[in-house]
């Protein structure tokens, strides 16, 4: 097994060249302007770097129609897949026999499998990257296998071995092995092959699955992701504190406003998620809600990001784009969280998870007056990682 988890140097760009014409799928859940999370950014981040080298770039997502469109090299299907019952779309929560007949649809698309095979009948892909497949299955395994294509995995939450994606139930993390997701889990082993490789956008993420006996046999590596983000000139943030994503209880959301409420510090929050929780944004008077934003737009308005996750979060982007705009930061103690900020050399705060006072403590001893900030470290991008494990095979 190879976990070479620390590059320091773009991939060459001669290289490079090995790989103009090539032919890429990326197969996700969901993929711009569909967007959920960090994990359809990467999807997206990857193709545009991709289509630079002037690779052929074709993705196969959910939407919300059946779509397809093409510029330049980059291709896109979106599949339509009507799902009465579906996670992302947040609807309340159906009888167990109707998320349980969800839960088996949702382990392969014949309409998926049919459209690629009519485009690999066209072109041959010379590598296929899969990343979240909730709502898509085990499509793209099942072909690769089929049709001994290379394929590498990307590891962005834990889909494969969890129903939730996040190991994270009745909220709090998930401490054993759960009956629930223990088919999951099986039929992951069982479709995965031992000539895939695998990525991850973390060491704890890769972790928790071969914990659980999958991708033991397999090579992997850990490629987090980068920004191009940079600190706005002249930036004045109006704001002390803030918070941007999910706003969910996983993500610590709930914390957020405990101590909001106990404080006279000012916030900022952008982001979409429980309604519940939005709601009682109308009661703080020291709290600005934005709805969903550009995050450099965000960053801009606050001295310090406060990622309060109670879950252990693979890799949040906005630890390393806050950071790469100058802003401080706030983390919650997770071993992912503390692994992403040693991998980019980040300075940052920490608090017990899920321990409101704590937090409230941590706000209080920072100095509001200097923000401590240096950019990461410079880290490879994730399609040069892609392509130089592809150039050694």
Request: proline letters at 5%; one cysteine or more.
């Amino acid at each position: 097994m190879n976990c070479d988890s620390n590059p320091t140097n773009t991939f060459p760009s001669e290289s490079w060249k090995l790989f103009e014409e090539k032919n890429i799928w990326q197969i996700s859940t969901l993929f711009p302007p569909y967007q959920v999370g960090g994990a359809e950014k990467s999807v997206s981040e990857i193709s545009a770097e991709l289509v630079k080298m002037k690779v052929k770039v074709t993705v196969f997502s959910l939407g919300k129609r059946e779509e397809h469109s093409l510029q330049n090299s980059l291709e896109v299907y979106f599949v339509h897949r009507a799902f009465k019952y579906f996670p992302f779309l947040r609807t309340a929560k159906p009888f167990l026999l109707r998320r349980f007949l969800w839960h088996m649809r949702d382990l392969f698309s014949i309409k998926l499998f049919l459209l690629m095979y009519k485009k690999y009948r066209a072109k041959r892909p010379d590598l296929i990257i899969s990343h979240n497949m909730t709502g898509l299955g085990y499509t793209a395994w099942v072909f690769a296998r089929l049709f001994r294509v290379k394929l590498v995995h990307f590891i962005h939450d834990y889909n494969l071995i969890c129903v939730r994606s996040s190991l994270f139930s009745k909220e709090q993390n998930c401490r054993g092995r759960c009956l629930t997701c223990l088919p999951r889990q099986l039929i992951s082993r069982f479709a995965v092959s031992e000539n895939f490789e695998v990525a991850s956008v973390s060491k704890t993420a890769l972790g928790r699955h071969q914990d659980r006996n999958l991708f033991i046999k397999n090579l992997t590596f850990i490629a987090p992701g980068t920004t191009n983000l940079t600190p706005k000139i002249n930036r004045a943030p109006g704001y002390d504190f803030g918070f941007f994503g999910a706003l969910t209880v996983s993500k610590g959301f709930d914390l957020f406003l405990q101590v909001a409420e106990s404080s006279e510090f000012s916030f900022l929050v952008a982001g979409r998620g429980d309604k519940n929780l939005i709601q009682k944004i109308d009661n703080l008077k020291n709290v600005q809600y934005l709805g969903w934003m550009n995050p450099a737009d965000f960053y801009s308005q606050i001295k310090y990001l406060i990622v309060p996750s109670r879950w252990n979060d693979p890799a949040p982007k906005v630890v390393y784009e806050a950071a790469a705009s100058g802003v401080g930061l706030i983390l919650a103690s997770t071993p992912s969280l503390i692994e992403l900020a040693e991998y980019y050399e980040i300075t940052a705060n920490y608090f017990e998870s899920g321990n409101a006072c704590e937090l409230l403590e941590t706000l209080k001893k920072v100095d509001l007056a200097k923000t401590p900030w240096a950019p990461p470290a410079k880290r490879s991008t994730q399609a040069s990682l892609i392509i130089e494990r592809l150039l050694g095979w």
